[in-house]
């Protein structure tokens, strides 16, 4: 890990143990730690977005609970946000760019000219997705 994305998770950390242990903001803090980890770029935004007044998170869960209840109106029962959908509703509240994976994305064209992956990881476009390999296991011990 580079030395922001450190600094992004303990920025995340530090608002996470002010939290109550069963709090759904851990749980976003959690899934905030997580894009910090897979995207340096990601993690870059996410230090000086939590810096703001309104873009913790707190602020952000707010976001995926208003979600949450948008749909508890139709459903009229418990429900839940996807996980997909909960990292499309922190990608838009902090200005990241769109997610990589789940649900309609595998393949997509990015408009930068990425594309997703199979794995749901960015890649280049044209570059090869599968090497068509087949790895044994045994080869790395």
């Given amino acids: 890990m580079i030395e922001t994305q450190e600094k992004a998770i303990q920025a995340i950390q530090a608002q ?10 851990r749980t976003v803090a959690e899934h905030l ?12 935004i996410l230090l000086e977005d939590l810096r703001v007044t309104g873009k913790g998170i707190v602020d952000a869960e707010k976001q995926i609970k208003a979600r949450a209840d948008e749909i508890h109106k139709r459903m009229h029962g ?15 509240f902090y200005g990241l760019p769109e997610r990589c994976w789940g649900p309609g994305k595998e393949g997509e064209e990015e408009q930068d000219g990425t594309s997703c992956g ?8 044209g570059e090869v997705q599968k090497s068509g390999k087949i790895i044994d296991l045994a080869d790395f011990f």
């Fill in 78 to 92: 418990p429900v839940s946000v996807p996980p997909w959908e909960a990292e499309d509703i922190l990608r838009k």
């Fill in 16 to 25: 996470q143990v002010k939290l109550g242990e069963y709090s759904p903001a």
């Fill in 118 to 125: 199979p794995s749901g990881h960015l890649s280049l476009k």
């Fill in 33 to 44: 730690k997580a894009i910090c980890r897979a995207d340096p770029k990601c993690a870059e």
